[in-house]
C-alpha cells in the first residue's frame, strides 16, 4: 500500500468506526464491497480483506513476496558520517544513490544511539583545530540551525533530513547488506535484508563503497582485510607492538547522568560488575562524571565482531560497575543529586576489518607528513591507541596518546579502494590502514572526508567509464580539483582549476580591506594555512568584492567560500562547549546575506540572493549570460564585524 | 620598600620588562590618585569595581606613567595563591609592566613558582592587546569536562589556546590580561589629556608617537586653528596611518571652518591616500563644497582603477562633477588602460556631455562594442 492510500484509510477507518453504529457494520462492509465498484474509500477495513489474511494466516495463500532488485549507479554501505558523506558526494555529482544502513537512524558512532562527538582536527600541537569543511561541515552546520537544544534525537532527524533532501539518494534504514554477489572480480549486486518490512532487496550497482565499519559486504565479496596489529618492523611503525598480534581496540558504553536537585539513590542491576578503583590507572578520569567514560571499552585479540554481543553485555556490567563505584562508595558525594538519564545500548565500535587497498598508510607516513600525489582527505587527531585489554587490563593507562600532529597528514586516494574486488571503495575505520594508522585516523570527521572523496570519485568513475584504480591512476588531478571545488581540503593542495573563469579576471577589487586581499580569492586556497594568509577580509559590513573582465565572459554559476572558523569546533556535543575552541553556535563568521550581480552592457542584473544563507560553499547558479564583471553585495554575517571570504569562482556551465 | 631583586642572576634579563620589585616612587615622584570605575571581566560584566588609578607626574605636571594596586586572581578554581601585584600603564594607556611586592612570586598550581620563561611569557601574553583571553567570559575558561588528553570517544577538552596563558596559572593570566586591558586605557588618555593645554597638544603633535594623541584630544575639544590645520597636514604626509584620526577630527568641524580645512588637507594628501580619501568622503556626513575637485585640481589620469571607481561614486553621490573633471573623465577614453576606460564609459553615459564629448563617446562604443 502506498503510504498516502495508508493515511487516507486509516482516517476514513476511524471516521467510519465512530459514525456508524457497530451492528451496522458488518452489513455496511458486505453490501458496499458487493454494490460498489472496487473502491478503496468506501470500505469499512481500508483497502484490507479480512480474507486475504486468513487465508495466509492458515497457509492457503503465500505470504507477499517481497523480494525487489533495484538498480543504481552506486551504492553506498553504512549510514555513519563517511556513509552520509559517500552517498551526498555521489548523488551530487549527478549519480542516483542508494544508502543502505542497518540501524534506524542514520550518524553511526554519532548517532542517539551512541553519542560519540564528532571529532576530527580537533587540536593539533598548538592546541588550535583544522577543522574539516566540505560536506561535514554542511551537516554540522545543518545542526547548529535546526538543533540548538544539542538534543541527540533530534540530531539523528537532522542527518534524515539533510539526506533525504538530496533527490538522487534512495535511503533504506534498518537494512543491512548481508552478501556481494559476484561476477568475477566485481561486485554485480548486494543481497540485502530490510528487517521492518520483512524485505529482500538485490542492488545492482556500478560502483559499491562500503563505509560500514566491520565491512561485511566487502568481506563476502572476497575482498582482502588484515585484523589485528601489525609489527613494528612490517612499516617500520615505532608505536606497534614488536611482534604482530590480533589486538583490535575496544567498543565503548557510554552513559549520561542528569543532577536531579535532590538525593537519587542508586541500587545496580543485577548484571552489574564492581569497578576495582584502587588497582585502576590514574588516568581513568571518574571526574567529571556527568557524560561517562570513555575507557568503559572493551575490544578483543580474536573475532571482535563475532564477540560484539557478549562485549555489550559485559561492558555494561562494568558502566553500572563505575557508576555504583561513584554512587556508592561514599567518596563521590558531589553524585549524591545525581542519576542515570540514559545509558547506550549499542557500544560504539573503534576497530574490526581493515580492507586491504593499493596502499596500506601507516604510522610513518602521518608522522613524516608525507606528501601524496593522490592525496584526496586529511586527518589530524593525535595517535591514540588503546589499551590492549580495554577495562579489563585495569593497571594500564586506558589509552597511549603516543604523539600529537603539527599539522594535517594526507590520506592517498589509494587506501580506499580494494586491491583485489574492481569496484569496491571504502571510506571509514575500514579503509587500507595499519592498527596505528588507525588509531589516529579512525576519527568521524575524518571518515567523513574519505566519504566525499570516495562518493565523489564513483561519480567520475562512471563519467569516464573507468574503475577506481584506474581513475586513481588516470584521473586523479579531476578528483582533487571536484573535491577543492566542492569545498573539501586537501592539504598543501590547492586547486588549479582551468574552468574557473575568475582566474582570467583582470581586475578584483573590494570597497573595504582590513585584511588579507581580494586577490587571494583566486589564489586556490580556502582556507589559511600554515601561517599563510589565503583571505579577504572587509572592513565593516556591508562590503562588495567585483571583478573584471576585459572582454566578455559566458558565466552560469558564481560559487563562494566564505569563513565559518575552521579554528573553532562546531561538532555537536554531550556537554554542549562553549568557549574558544567549541562553540554550540552559528558561527558568528559565516556570512548571512548577500547578492550577486553581473553587469551586461553596462547595466547590472541581480542573479541571486540569500537572506540566510547556511553553507560556507555558496552557490549560485542561473541562466548564462554575457557579462564584463561581477560584483558580491556583502550585506550581514551571523555577528562578525566583518566579512572575510576565502574563494570566488565562476563558471560558464 | 626597598627594592630588592628576587633571584637576581636568573631574572636578569627580565628586569627590562617585568620588574619583581617595588619602587618607592611617593619618595621621588609626585602622585595624583584617581578614583575609577571600570568593568573586569573577570569580576563582573555589569557591575563596575570601584578602584584607585594612581598617576605618576613629571616635573611639568604632565603623566609620567600610572599605576594601580589589583589582585593577581580574581576568579577561578581556587587553585592559585592570590597575590597582590601592581600593574603599571604608560602615559598614553598602554600597558607597560607588573611588580610584584618584597618576596613575593607568582604562583602556579600546586604551589609551584612561575620560572623566568613563565614570567617571559606572562609579558608576551599581558602586551598583546588581542590576546584569546580577550573575547573569554570566565565561566568559559576552564572547562567541566575532562583534560586535555581524552578520546575520540568523549572528545579533546581544550579551553584555550595554549600560547595564551602560562600553563597552570590560566587564571591568573585572565585576571591580569582583564587588568591591563579594558576601560582604563581610554580612561587614562583622558587623564593625559586633561593635563594638556591646547598649545602643549599641538606641540605634541610634532612629538614622535603622540600625534594620534594629541589629534584624538583635540578633536574632543573642538580646537581649530589654521596652524593646527597646517601641523595636521604635515603630520599625515609623513605618518599616513593617521589618515583615519584626522579625518575624524576634520569631520567635527563646523561647516565653514570644515570647507577650507577639507580642500587643503586633500591637497596636501599623499598619493597613497586618495582611496581611503574617496572611501570616507563617501561615508562623511559632512556636505562637502561643491567647488571641491576644482579647488584641489585633481588629476584623474594619475589614480587607479579603484580610485577612479570610488571618485565616479563620489560624483553619483556627493558632489556634482565639474566641467574640468569631466573633460579629464573623457580624455581617459583615449587611454590604454581599458577597464579604466569602461568605467569611465559607462559613468559618462549617464551624463549630460558637449557635442565633442559625445563624438568620443561614441567613438569609444564603436571600437569597443563587444566587450562593454
Request: charged share 25%; glycine share 6%; aromatic share 10%.
Amino acid at each position: 500500500m502506498k503510504r498516502r492510500n495508508f493515511f487516507k484509510n486509516t482516517v476514513k477507518g476511524a471516521l467510519g468506526a465512530t459514525l456508524i453504529p457497530m451492528t451496522n457494520l458488518s452489513c455496511s462492509s458486505s453490501s458496499t464491497a458487493s454494490v460498489l465498484p472496487n473502491s478503496e474509500q468506501e470500505k469499512p477495513y481500508g483497502n484490507t480483506n479480512p480474507e486475504q489474511w486468513h487465508q495466509m494466516g492458515t497457509g492457503k495463500k503465500r505470504r507477499p513476496n517481497r523480494a525487489t532488485t533495484l538498480t543504481y549507479d552506486v551504492a553506498v554501505i553504512g549510514g555513519g558520517a563517511a556513509g552520509m558523506c559517500a552517498a551526498v558526494a555521489a548523488a551530487r555529482n549527478g549519480m542516483q544513490v542508494v544508502l543502505i544502513q542497518d540501524r534506524p537512524v542514520l550518524g553511526g558512532n554519532s548517532s542517539s544511539e551512541i553519542r560519540v562527538h564528532l571529532n576530527g582536527v580537533n587540536q593539533l600541537k598548538d592546541g588550535l583545530p583544522e577543522r574539516e569543511t566540505g560536506i561535514i561541515e554542511e551537516m554540522l552546520l545543518h545542526n547548529r540551525f535546526h538543533n540548538p537544544q544539542d538534543a541527540y534525537p533530534v540530531w539523528d532527524h537532522v542527518l534524515f533530513d539533510f539526506i533525504t533532501r538530496e533527490t538522487n539518494i534512495d535511503l533504506k534504514l534498518n537494512t543491512s547488506a548481508m552478501r556481494a554477489i559476484m561476477n568475477g572480480d566485481t561486485i554485480e549486486a548486494a543481497y540485502c535484508w530490510q528487517m521492518t518490512t520483512e524485505t529482500e532487496f538485490t542492488i545492482k550497482a556500478k560502483q559499491f563503497i562500503d563505509c560500514s565499519g566491520d565491512g561485511l559486504l566487502a568481506a563476502t565479496a572476497g575482498a582482502l582485510y588484515r585484523t589485528g596489529r601489525e609489527a613494528a618492523s612490517e612499516f617500520n611503525e615505532k608505536f606497534a607492538p614488536k611482534e604482530a598480534d590480533g589486538w583490535q581496540m575496544g567498543s565503548t558504553v557510554l552513559l549520561g547522568a542528569k543532577d536531579m536537585g535532590r538525593p537519587m539513590p542508586f541500587e545496580p542491576p543485577h548484571f552489574t560488575i564492581k569497578y576495582d578503583a584502587e588497582k585502576s590507572h590514574k588516568g581513568r578520569n571518574l571526574i567529571p562524571f556527568e557524560l561517562g567514560f570513555w575507557w568503559v571499552e572493551m575490544g578483543s585479540d580474536d573475532d571482535i565482531i563475532g564477540e560484539y554481543e557478549d562485549i555489550k553485555e559485559t561492558l555494561m556490567g562494568h558502566a553500572y560497575g563505575v557508576w555504583d563505584y561513584l554512587k556508592n562508595s561514599g567518596k563521590f558525594p558531589e553524585t549524591e543529586n545525581y542519576a542515570l538519564d540514559w545509558v547506550s545500548s549499542l557500544p560504539g565500535k573503534r576497530e574490526s576489518r581493515r580492507f586491504i587497498g593499493d596502499y596500506i598508510l601507516s604510522e610513518p607516513d602521518l608522522l613524516s607528513n608525507k606528501q601524496f600525489p593522490d592525496a584526496v582527505a586529511f586527518g589530524g587527531w593525535s595517535l591514540d591507541e588503546h589499551n590492549p585489554g580495554g577495562i579489563e587490563n585495569l593497571s594500564e593507562p586506558p589509552s597511549y596518546f603516543h604523539e600529537d600532529f603539527e599539522e594535517p597528514y594526507q590520506i592517498p586516494f589509494r587506501s580506499l579502494y580494494s586491491k583485489n574486488v574492481s569496484n569496491l571503495l571504502f571510506a571509514g575505520r575500514n579503509i587500507s590502514q595499519t592498527h596505528m594508522a588507525l588509531s589516529s585516523s579512525r576519527i568521524m570527521a575524518t571518515c567523513a572526508l574519505e566519504g566525499q572523496a570516495v562518493g565523489t570519485a564513483t561519480a567520475l568513475c562512471v563519467k569516464h567509464n573507468v574503475l577506481p584504480r584506474t581513475l586513481g591512476e588516470n584521473y586523479i588531478n579531476d578528483l582533487q580539483e571536484q573535491l577543492l571545488r566542492d569545498d573539501a581540503f586537501i592539504p598543501n593542495r590547492p586547486a588549479v582549476d582551468n574552468t574557473d573563469i575568475a582566474k582570467q579576471a583582470q581586475l578584483i577589487f573590494a570597497s573595504s580591506t582590513s585584511s588579507g586581499a581580494a586577490n587571494l580569492l583566486t589564489d586556490g586556497w580556502s582556507r589559511d594555512y600554515n601561517n599563510t594568509v589565503h583571505h579577504w577580509e572587509s572592513e565593516g559590513l556591508p562590503a562588495k568584492v567585483q571583478m573584471e573582465w576585459n572582454e566578455n565572459v559566458k558565466i552560469s554559476k558564481i560559487e563562494i567560500k566564505c569563513d565559518t572558523n575552521v579554528k573553532r569546533n562546531i561538532m555537536l556535543r554531550r556537554d554542549s562547549l562553549e568557549n574558544d575552541f567549541y562553540t554550540t553556535g552559528i558561527p558568528k563568521e559565516l556570512l548571512k546575506a548577500l547578492d550577486v550581480e553581473v553587469r551586461v552592457k553596462g547595466t547590472w542584473q541581480k542573479v541571486g540572493s540569500l537572506d540566510k544563507n547556511r553553507t560556507r560553499l555558496i552557490k549560485f547558479d542561473f541562466d548564462p549570460v554575457q557579462a564584463t564583471a561581477i560584483r558580491l553585495n556583502l550585506k550581514e554575517t551571523y555577528g562578525a564585524e566583518n566579512v572575510k571570504l576565502f574563494e570566488l569562482r565562476c563558471y560558464a556551465s | 620598600m626597598l627594592a630588592r631583586p628576587i633571584n637576581i642572576v636568573c631574572h636578569a634579563m627580565l628586569l627590562s620588562v617585568l620588574v619583581l620589585w617595588y619602587h618607592d616612587f611617593k619618595a621621588v615622584q609626585k602622585t595624583k590618585t584617581h578614583a575609577v570605575n571600570i568593568i573586569h571581566k573577570g569580576i563582573s560584566l555589569t557591575q563596575p569595581v570601584n578602584t584607585v588609578l594612581v598617576e605618576v607626574k613629571d616635573a611639568k605636571n604632565h603623566a609620567l606613567s600610572y599605576y594601580m594596586d589589583v589582585e593577581s586572581v580574581t576568579c577561578g578554581d581556587s587553585q592559585c595563591r592570590v597575590d597582590r601585584v601592581r600593574m603599571y600603564w604608560d602615559d598614553l594607556g598602554r600597558f607597560n609592566r607588573i611588580e610584584l611586592p618584597h618576596g613575593v612570586h607568582l604562583e602556579k598550581a600546586q604551589g609551584l613558582q612561575f620560572s623566568t620563561a613563565d614570567y617571559l611569557k606572562l609579558e608576551m601574553i599581558l602586551k598583546d592587546e588581542n590576546s584569546g583571553l580577550k573575547d573569554f567570559y570566565k565561566h568559559e575558561l576552564v572547562s567541566t569536562v575532562g583534560g586535555e588528553g581524552v578520546d575520540a570517544l568523549s572528545g579533546a577538552t581544550v579551553f584555550i589556546e595554549k600560547s595564551a596563558y602560562v600553563e597552570g596559572a590560566v587564571w591568573t593570566c585572565y585576571t591580569l590580561w582583564h587588568w591591563a586591558h579594558n576601560d582604563i586605557n581610554d580612561i587614562i588618555r583622558i587623564i593625559t589629556g586633561d593635563d594638556y593645554s591646547n598649545l602643549a597638544l599641538e606641540q605634541l603633535l610634532e612629538q614622535e608617537g603622540y600625534q594620534k594623541f594629541a589629534i584624538e584630544q583635540l578633536s574632543r575639544r573642538h580646537v581649530y586653528n589654521e596652524g593646527l590645520l597646517n601641523a595636521i597636514i604635515e603630520v599625515n604626509q609623513v605618518r599616513p596611518e593617521l589618515l583615519r584620526t584626522s579625518l575624524a577630527y576634520l569631520e567635527t568641524l563646523p561647516k565653514q571652518d570644515f570647507d577650507t580645512a577639507i580642500k587643503r588637507f586633500y591637497q596636501g594628501l599623499p598619493e597613497c591616500n586618495h582611496l581611503e580619501f574617496f572611501k570616507s568622503m563617501i561615508q562623511s556626513e559632512q556636505v562637502y563644497p561643491a567647488d571641491f575637485f576644482s579647488v584641489v585640481k585633481i588629476k584623474v589620469s594619475d589614480l587607479s582603477f579603484q580610485e577612479i571607481h570610488l571618485l565616479l561614486e563620489v560624483f553619483r553621490s556627493k558632489i556634482e562633477i565639474d566641467s574640468v573633471a569631466m573633460e579629464q573623465l573623457v580624455q581617459l577614453l583615449h587611454q590604454n588602460d581599458f577597464l579604466k576606460a569602461r568605467e569611465v564609459y559607462y559613468f559618462l553615459k549617464t551624463q549630460d556631455l558637449t557635442e565633442n564629448q559625445g563624438k568620443v563617446l561614441l567613438a569609444f562604443y564603436e571600437a569597443n562594442k563587444t566587450r562593454l
